[in-house]
């Protein structure tokens, strides 16, 4: 049996999803919500779909960090060998330092 809110409750659990991994301030689960829509979730509701979602994604969420582009930078750079990696080591080690 079809059930059409299914596809707006994910969405509205994506949508959230995705703004906690990238917002500093992560807006209300209201406020994710279109106001023309043909239905609105409690919140409870909505958390109960992240974690359905985050199970089917066995929880390997990947969110885009300064480490994602030192590869990219490396290579543009043209870097090869033990200078490559020493670079890498270097910004790896900042980067962590600066979370820390």
């Given at each position: 049996?079809?059930?059409?809110?299914?596809?707006?409750?994910?969405?509205?659990?994506c949508?959230?999803?995705?703004?906690?991994?990238?917002?500093?301030?992560?807006?209300?689960?209201?406020?994710?919500?279109?106001?023309?829509?043909?239905?609105?979730?409690?919140?409870?509701?909505?958390?109960?779909?992240?974690?359905?979602?985050?199970?089917?994604?066995?929880?390997?969420?990947?969110?885009?960090?300064?480490?994602?582009?030192?590869?990219?930078?490396?290579?543009?750079?043209?870097?090869?060998?033990?200078?490559?990696?020493?670079?890498?080591?270097?910004?790896?080690?900042l980067?962590?330092?600066?979370?820390?």
């Open positions: 049996r079809e059930k059409p809110w299914m596809t707006q409750l994910a969405a509205v659990a949508l959230s999803l995705a703004a906690k991994v990238e917002e500093t301030q992560v807006p209300l689960l209201l406020d994710l919500q279109v106001e023309e829509a043909q239905y609105v979730f409690e919140a409870k509701t909505i958390q109960r779909m992240e974690l359905l979602i985050l199970s089917s994604l066995e929880w390997k969420m990947h969110p885009v960090t300064p480490l994602s582009f030192i590869d990219h930078i490396i290579r543009r750079l043209g870097m090869r060998t033990h200078q490559h990696w020493e670079f890498f080591r270097r910004c790896e080690r980067l962590l330092s600066l979370i820390t």
